[in-house]
């Protein structure tokens, strides 16, 4: 409708500007005053200037608006294309996030950096074993544990009893923790923190070496080695597994997506698209800059002819004084 309009504009101007041309074509150049006063080419000239100027805003309006209802159109555009992939977007990322804390990136086989962890286990009877592995995670927080051991007791029924105490705590060297436990005033509760848990334990018989007198601890101390680091590449096969799974997974997924909007949603996006292309139709610019230059031609026209007066009017006057 905007387009015929413009249509229906231009060719009506076109009109009137064949009107004026014959009119200019027809002028009696000798039938004229050549007087001061404003000759019928001045007073066309003035009116085509009017004309040019509506022209000329009339361009810029239509040039801004069609500028405006563009940005109007991509944007509605873009957030109809948002509305179409967010789901998808949405289901690829939860099943990435799924696998990741599975411990796998599906198709990108990672490498892992194993620490050398140390494990050193004492106790008051003098023993002492160290352990040696190597862990793929460097924890920050290592913990050591003490085990306290409260001295057999034989209760009424024969048996005897013992209370253990467990410590977690990450304070003091391996020196130090030796020196601690050998002491008989030690005041486990202030070096070490209130006991993570108890547990207690009952025998019929004691084995050699439990002491009804004395009290037996055990320290496991625990340290990572920074320094001593191996790197291994993950196994393809595995990572590839966990790629396909992801893959399989996804595709149910997105099945499952378009499933549910076929039957649920209306939503169409190539509609969508045609839709706001027909609200959001460009205006011609080009027909009304076209008819511009046409208007300029005929004041150049009008000029020529005004330029023509003013040479009979000097040859006129000339002649008049002679």
């Known amino acids: 409708m905007k387009k015929q309009l413009n249509y229906q504009l231009v060719s009506s101007i076109k009109e009137d500007l064949y009107e004026v041309g014959e009119k200019i074509e027809k ?15 001045g007073q066309l000239e003035a009116e085509i ?4 100027e509506v022209i000329e805003g009339k361009i810029e309006q239509v040039s801004k608006k069609n500028i405006k209802e563009a940005i109007i159109k991509n944007v509605k555009i873009a957030l ?13 990322g939860a099943s990435t996030a799924l696998f ?29 074993e160290d352990k040696e592995s190597f862990i793929s995670t460097n924890l920050t927080d290592v913990h050591n ?36 436990i050998n002491d008989p005033n030690l005041n486990y509760e202030q070096a070490f923190g209130k006991a993570k848990g108890n547990s207690y334990i009952a025998k019929k018989e004691l084995d050699e070496g439990d002491s009804t007198e004395k009290p037996y601890v055990q320290v496991i101390f625990r340290y990572n080695d920074d320094e001593d680091i191996i790197l291994r590449g993950q196994d393809m096969d595995s990572n590839l597994i966990y790629g396909f799974l992801w893959l399989l997974l996804n595709i149910i997924l997105d099945v499952g997506i378009l499933a549910i909007r076929s039957d649920c ?16 139709r460009k205006e ?31 040859s006129s006057s000339k002649a008049t004084k002679k």
């Open 27 to 41: 002028l009696d150049f000798e039938n004229r005053s050549v007087s001061g006063e404003l000759s019928i080419s």
């Open 49 to 52: 200037n009017q004309e040019l």
């Open 80 to 92: 109809r294309f948002v509305q179409l992939v967010i789901p998808f977007v949405i289901a690829f």
């Open 100 to 128: 990741y804390f599975l411990g796998d990136i599906p198709f990108y086989p990672e490498q892992e950096f194993f620490y050398k962890h140390h494990e050193t286990t004492f106790d008051t009877l003098g023993n002492e």
């Open 145 to 180: 544990t003490a085990y306290f051991s409260t001295k057999w007791e034989q209760k009424d029924d024969g048996k005897y009893y013992r209370t253990i105490r467990q410590y977690d705590f990450t304070e003091y060297t391996l020196e130090e923790l030796k020196e601690m």
């Open 265 to 280: 949603s209306m939503f169409d996006f190539g509609e969508c698209v045609r839709d706001l292309k027909r609200k959001y």
């Open 284 to 314: 011609d610019v080009e027909a009304l800059k076209k008819l511009l230059e046409e208007k300029k031609i005929t004041v150049n026209r009008v000029a020529r002819t005004d330029e023509k007066y003013q040479e009979l009017s000097n």
